[in-house]
């Protein structure tokens, strides 16, 4: 994948930008992108297929970013691309275990960056019911732990090796930033700003 570099510098910006308003995202997320290969799925379908198969329950929440905190489920927002789906956990970066990702990826391509208060820092990819390539711990320079075709994951390890080794919010921003360049999908900081906003909630046991 052939990334415009200098575009990408102006994207983390962006994501800079937003974590900086909304920093509570820094202690935990799970930002899930979906590209359907095919056209008759709906993101219904997706939703069932992250729950594990189960129709998940879909809830109004007055102020969903203080509310979900005290919820025991993942909650996520959904959110429409051209052609894709983007799901975001936003508060403990709750991530679908590889096997769901793998099911999921079976009629899709899935890209997915997760972290949590105990650590994650992890990116990937999953296309053709498999776990195409992985990158674990991605902020710790010297502790970086690289699975499957080390192309797929290039451009993202190119905007790392651009960041100071400390620039921890820079690499989270560059984790959006690639997964936007490859989906055209990204997350604006006024979708975050809501009030009496739906959300999802799953509760597939093995998630």
């Not at 909304?22 to 935990?28: K, Y």
């Not at 960056?113 to 195409?132: E, P, Q, S």
């Not at 992985?134 to 651009?162: K, N, V």
């Amino acid at each position: 994948m052939r990334l415009d570099l200098r575009h990408n510098d102006h994207v983390i910006d962006h994501y800079r930008s937003l974590f900086g308003w909304h920093q509570w995202l820094e202690s935990g997320l799970c930002w899930i992108v979906v590209r359907p290969l095919n056209q008759a799925t709906t993101v219904d379908d997706l939703l069932r297929q992250l729950n594990g198969g189960r129709d998940p329950e879909h809830r109004t929440m007055a102020y969903p970013t203080e509310e979900a905190i005290d919820e025991d489920l993942p909650v996520f927002f959904v959110f429409e691309g051209e052609g894709t789906w983007g799901f975001l956990e936003f508060t403990f970066g709750m991530a679908p275990d590889d096997r769901t990702l793998i099911e999921l990826s079976k009629e899709s391509r899935v890209w997915m960056t997760t972290w949590h208060f105990k650590g994650g820092y992890t990116i990937l990819c999953a296309a053709d019911g498999t776990i195409r390539a992985r990158m674990r711990d991605f902020i710790f320079t010297e502790h970086r732990i690289e699975e499957g075709d080390p192309s797929i994951l290039a451009g993202f390890r190119s905007m790392l090796e651009g960041l100071d080794p400390q620039d921890y919010r820079g690499k989270y921003s560059a984790a959006f930033a690639f997964i936007e360049a490859a989906t055209g999908m990204g997350l604006e900081s006024e979708w975050l700003e809501v009030e009496d906003a739906p959300v999802i909630v799953l509760d597939n046991p093995d998630a």
